[in-house]
C-alpha cells in the first residue's frame, strides 16, 4: 500500500513539474514535451510560404496550455489578403493538445498532420488570411468563385486557413473561435473525429471542410454567415461558399444540432471526381439531423451523386431548400422547409423517400425532372443508370404552396397520404411521366420515431440563432471583406442599383451615436446626427467628379473593426462611404482566331489579326463579361477569340487602382504604358478567373485605357474598372 501510494505521490509530481515549466515563444521554437507558455502578446514572423512555421510540436503525449497567449504573424503587412505563414505546425505523433491560444494574421493558422488523437480547445484563431473580394454590391466578379473540388496536393492551401487538418483521426475539436477570416476547419483523410461546440461564423468561404473524411461527428457548432457573393436583391451566387462543405468520398458522417443558416449553401456536398469518373462511391451514408440551414442563397442543402438521410431539418428562404441531383436511396423525412423557391429539387434520382414532411409557402414544393440525354464523355452517366424513377412521396403536409408537384421525365412514382392545405395548384406533369400512382387521401398523420442514435454531448451549446438575432437574406451584407458582423458602425447603401440621384442608406452597428463629419458629391442628406440604427437619405451630386463620401463619427459601445481590433467603449471612431468607381468609355472589338492566326504567340500575330474586320463591335460604360463556350454573333459560336477595349476616361489628380478580371491571358496599356502584363496562359492552374490589381498616379484630365484579352476556349471573363483611392 505504501509502494502504490508514493508511485501516486511520483506520478502527481511529475505531472505538476511539467506544468510548472512556463516558457516564452520564440520564432522557430520546437516543442516535444508538455508545457505552459508564459501569457503574453507575441509579434512573430513565419517564413514567406507554409514550410517555415513559427513554432513546431511533435511527439506523444504532449499537453501544450498556451495560457490565453497570443501570436501575431505578417507583422509588416496590414491587409488579410497580403497574410502569409504558417503559426503552429503538429505533425507526426499522437495525443497531442493544444488549448487556449490565441492566432491571427497568418495564412495558416495551425496545421496538423498525422497525429491520432488531436485535441485544440478553447482557442481563437480569428483574423487570419481572406481574399479581398472584388464583387460589389451592383455587380458580381467572377474571380471571386472558389473550387474545392481536388485536395490531393493540397490545393485548398491557397485559401488558407484557421485550422488545417491532414491524416488526423480521432481528433476532438471543441469550443473553439473562428471569425473574420476564410475558413475555418478544414479537414483531409480525417476519420472518427468529434467536432462540437465551436464558433465558426462570419467568415468569407467555409465554415467546415470535409475531403475523403468519414465516420465524424459534427454536433451543435455555429456555423452562421459563411458566405459571399450576395447582394440582396441584386444576385444570388454563393460562389461555392459554405457553412458545411463535404467533398470526394466522405461516409458516414453525422451532421447535428449545428445552426447553419445565412451561408453560400448551408450544407454542400460533392461526390467528387472519383465518382464522376467511374460512377462508383460516392458521399454515402451521411445524416443530417435537427439542423437549421436556412437563408442561403443557393442551397439550404445540396446532396449530389450520392445517398444520404435528412431528418428534421428547418430550411427556410433558400433558393432551392434540397437540390438532390442524381441523388439515390436518399431519406427526406420530417424537415420543416419554409418559403423557398424551391423545397425539395432532384434531377435523375433514383429510390428516394420524401416523407412526412411539413413545406409552407414555397414556390415549388417538389420538382423532379430528367434530361432526355446526357453527356457521351461523362464517366459517370456512361457506368450508370441515371433515369428518374422510383420515388415515394407519402405522409407530407403542403400548406400555402403555390405549385406543390412539377414533375417530369419521370417513372414509377407513388405518392400517398399528403394533405394539402390552400395551395394553388396541385400538379404540374407532361406525358413523358410514367407508372404514377397518387391516392392522396388526406389521413391522420402518425407519428414514428427517428431511429437516431447519436453521442451525448456534455455541455452541449445552444448552436441556434437566439429570437432577437437579425435574420433573413436583408440581414447578409456582404463587404470587400466578407459578411458583416454587427460588430462595428457601417453605413450601407439599401438601393445599389437605383440609377437616380437619390440614395438610401442604413447605419449599423453597436449602440451609439452617429454624426456626420463631412460630406462629399452631395447636394443634400435627411439628418446629420441620430442614435444606430438609423436610415438615411442622400440627394448625390452627379455632376462632381468625387463620386460620393460620406465621413462620419460613433461614439457607444465597444467595436470590434472588421480586422479585429478592439476598440473600447465611449473610444471615438470614424467610418465611412465611398462611391469610387470612376465613369469609363469603352469600345468594344472581338475577332475569331485560330491556331495559326493565335496573336497570343506574337505580336506579329496580334498585329495581323486586329488589322482585320472586326466579327463584332460594342459600346458600353462597363467592361464587364463573362462568356461559356466562346462569343456568338449572327446564329454562330466562335471559340477562340480577342477582345479588344479602348477606354476614355476623364480624373482629377490623384491616386487610383486598376482592376482587372480575365481568362485566360490579357495586357493593359494606361497611356501607351504596358500597366499589366498576364500574357501566359499557362501560369494559372485552378479553374478559377485570376484578378489583379494596380496602383496608379494619374494626373488631372484625359487618359486612354487599351484592353487586350485573348481566350482559347471553354469559359472566359474580362472585368476591367478604375477606382479612386
Given at each position: 500500500m ?6 501516486n505521490i ?10 510548472s ?10 516543442i ?5 507558455i ?14 517555415a512555421?513559427?513554432?513546431e510540436?511533435?511527439g506523444n ?27 503552429v ?6 495525443n497531442?493538445?493544444?488549448k487556449?491560444?490565441n ?11 498525422n497525429?491520432?488523437g ?13 481574399q479581398?473580394?472584388?464583387?460589389t454590391?451592383?455587380k ?27 491524416g488526423c ?19 483531409t483523410?480525417?476519420n472518427?473525429?468529434?467536432?462540437y ?11 467546415i ?6 465516420r ?5 457548432n ?46 454542400f456536398?460533392w ?7 467511374t460512377?462508383?462511391?460516392g458521399c ?17 442543402v ?8 435528412i ?6 428562404e ?13 431519406l427526406?423525412r420530417?424537415?420543416?422547409?419554409i ?10 434520382g ?8 411539413t413545406f409552407?409557402d ?8 430528367a434530361?432526355?440525354?446526357q453527356?457521351k ?8 443508370d ?22 417530369s ?7 400517398r ?11 404540374r406533369?407532361?406525358?413523358t ?10 389521413v391522420?398523420?402518425?407519428e ?6 447519436l ?9 441556434f440563432?437566439s ?11 456582404i463587404t ?17 442599383q437605383?440609377q437616380s440621384d437619390t ?5 449599423l452597428?453597436p449602440?451609439g451615436?452617429w ?18 440604427p ?5 440627394i448625390?451630386n ?32 470614424r ?15 472581338w475577332?475569331?482566331f485560330?491556331?495559326a ?13 486586329v ?14 463579361y463573362?462568356?461559356?463556350?466562346g ?9 477562340p477569340?480577342?477582345?479588344t477595349a ?8 490623384g491616386?487610383?487602382e ?5 481568362n ?9 504604358l ?7 496562359p ?17 494626373s ?14 471553354g469559359?472566359?471573363?474580362?472585368v476591367v474598372?478604375?477606382?479612386?483611392l
Amino acid at each position: 500500500m505504501k509502494h502504490l501510494l508514493l508511485l501516486n505521490i511520483l506520478i502527481y509530481s511529475f505531472a505538476n513539474h511539467s506544468f510548472s515549466q512556463v516558457i516564452e515563444l520564440k520564432n522557430g521554437l520546437k516543442i516535444h514535451s508538455s508545457v505552459k507558455i508564459k501569457k503574453d502578446f507575441y509579434l512573430l514572423d513565419a517564413g514567406k510560404d507554409l514550410q517555415a512555421p513559427v513554432i513546431e510540436i511533435e511527439g506523444n503525449d504532449i499537453v501544450v496550455d498556451f495560457n490565453d497567449a497570443t501570436i501575431k504573424g505578417s507583422n509588416d503587412k496590414q491587409m488579410p489578403d497580403e497574410f502569409y505563414g504558417l503559426a503552429v505546425l503538429i505533425k507526426s505523433g499522437k495525443n497531442i493538445t493544444i488549448k487556449n491560444l490565441n492566432i491571427r494574421s497568418f495564412k495558416v493558422a495551425l496545421m496538423a498532420r498525422n497525429v491520432q488523437g488531436l485535441i485544440i480547445e478553447h482557442c481563437n484563431f480569428s483574423y487570419n488570411y481572406r481574399q479581398h473580394l472584388n464583387s460589389t454590391q451592383q455587380k458580381e466578379d467572377v474571380s471571386d468563385w472558389m473550387s474545392y473540388h481536388h485536395n490531393e496536393n493540397d490545393e485548398w492551401l491557397r485559401y488558407g486557413a484557421a485550422m488545417y487538418l491532414r491524416g488526423c483521426n480521432n481528433a476532438v475539436i471543441n469550443n473553439n473561435l473562428v471569425n473574420g477570416g476564410q475558413c475555418a476547419l478544414m479537414m483531409t483523410d480525417c476519420n472518427d473525429a468529434m467536432i462540437y461546440n465551436n464558433d465558426f461564423s462570419f467568415n468569407s468561404g467555409i465554415g467546415i471542410g470535409l475531403y475523403k473524411s468519414s465516420r465524424n461527428k459534427i454536433m451543435h457548432n455555429k456555423l452562421d454567415w459563411n458566405v459571399r457573393g450576395f447582394s440582396y436583391e441584386v444576385y444570388y451566387r454563393g460562389q461555392d461558399s459554405a457553412a458545411i462543405l463535404v467533398f470526394e468520398q466522405c461516409n458516414e458522417n453525422v451532421f447535428a444540432y449545428n445552426s447553419a443558416t445565412h451561408s453560400g449553401d448551408g450544407f454542400f456536398l460533392w461526390a467528387g471526381q472519383t465518382t464522376m469518373d467511374t460512377g462508383k462511391g460516392g458521399c454515402n451514408d451521411n445524416l443530417l439531423y435537427k439542423n437549421d440551414f436556412s437563408y442561403a442563397p443557393t442551397n439550404g442543402v445540396e446532396l449530389t451523386f450520392s445517398r444520404n438521410k435528412i431528418i428534421r431539418n428547418k430550411i427556410e428562404e433558400c433558393d432551392n431548400g434540397i437540390w438532390g441531383g442524381y441523388s439515390y436511396n436518399t431519406l427526406i423525412r420530417k424537415n420543416e422547409i419554409i418559403g423557398n423557391k424551391t423545397a425539395i429539387a432532384i434531377e435523375q434520382g433514383q429510390d428516394n423517400k420524401i416523407l412526412s414532411n411539413t413545406f409552407r409557402d414555397n414556390n415549388t414544393s417538389i420538382k423532379l425532372w430528367a434530361r432526355k440525354d446526357q453527356p457521351k464523355d461523362w464517366g459517370y452517366a456512361q457506368n450508370r443508370d441515371v433515369r428518374s424513377m422510383r420515388y415515394e412521396i407519402a405522409d407530407n403536409v403542403f400548406n400555402h404552396e403555390h405549385l406543390v408537384n412539377d414533375i417530369s421525365n419521370t417513372s414509377d412514382l407513388v405518392g400517398r397520404n399528403n394533405y394539402y392545405k390552400n395551395c394553388d395548384s396541385l400538379f404540374r406533369q407532361d406525358t413523358t411521366i410514367s407508372n404514377a400512382y397518387m391516392t392522396d387521401v388526406p389521413v391522420l398523420i402518425r407519428e414514428t420515431e427517428d431511429d437516431i442514435n447519436l453521442p451525448e454531448i456534455k455541455n452541449a451549446q445552444d448552436a441556434f440563432l437566439s429570437k432577437s438575432h437579425p435574420k433573413g437574406k436583408k440581414e447578409m451584407r456582404i463587404t470587400e471583406w466578407g459578411p458583416y458582423d454587427y460588430k462595428y458602425p457601417m453605413i450601407w447603401n439599401t438601393n445599389p442599383q437605383s440609377q437616380s440621384d437619390t440614395l438610401q442608406f442604413d447605419i449599423l452597428g453597436p449602440k451609439g451615436k452617429w454624426k456626420m463629419i463631412d460630406a462629399k458629391g452631395i447636394k443634400n442628406i435627411s439628418i446629420k446626427e441620430g442614435v444606430v440604427p438609423s436610415k438615411i437619405i442622400v440627394i448625390t451630386n452627379k455632376a462632381e467628379k468625387s463620386g460620393v463620401v460620406l465621413e462620419m463619427g460613433f461614439i457607444g459601445d465597444e467595436i470590434t473593426t472588421q480586422f479585429g481590433e478592439k476598440i473600447k467603449a465611449g473610444t471615438p471612431y470614424r467610418f465611412n462611404y465611398k462611391e469610387s468607381f470612376v465613369p469609363i468609355s469603352w469600345s468594344v472589338n472581338w475577332f475569331a482566331f485560330d491556331s495559326a492566326s493565335d496573336p497570343v504567340e506574337s505580336a506579329e500575330k496580334m498585329k495581323a489579326l486586329v488589322e482585320k474586320q472586326s466579327l463584332k463591335q460594342e459600346t458600353t460604360a462597363d467592361l464587364h463579361y463573362a462568356w461559356w463556350g466562346g462569343i456568338k454573333e449572327s446564329g454562330k459560336v466562335y471559340s477562340p477569340f480577342l477582345t479588344t477595349a479602348t477606354g476614355k476616361v476623364e480624373v482629377e489628380e490623384g491616386k487610383y487602382e486598376l482592376n482587372v478580371t480575365w481568362n485566360d491571358v490579357v495586357r493593359i496599356y494606361v497611356d501607351d504604358l504596358l500597366a499589366i502584363d498576364e500574357w501566359k496562359p499557362v501560369k494559372f492552374l485552378f479553374d478559377e478567373s485570376p484578378h489583379k490589381r494596380v496602383k496608379l498616379n494619374l494626373s488631372a484630365g484625359q487618359h486612354i485605357i487599351r484592353v487586350e484579352q485573348a481566350a482559347s476556349g471553354g469559359f472566359a471573363s474580362l472585368v476591367v474598372n478604375l477606382k479612386r483611392l
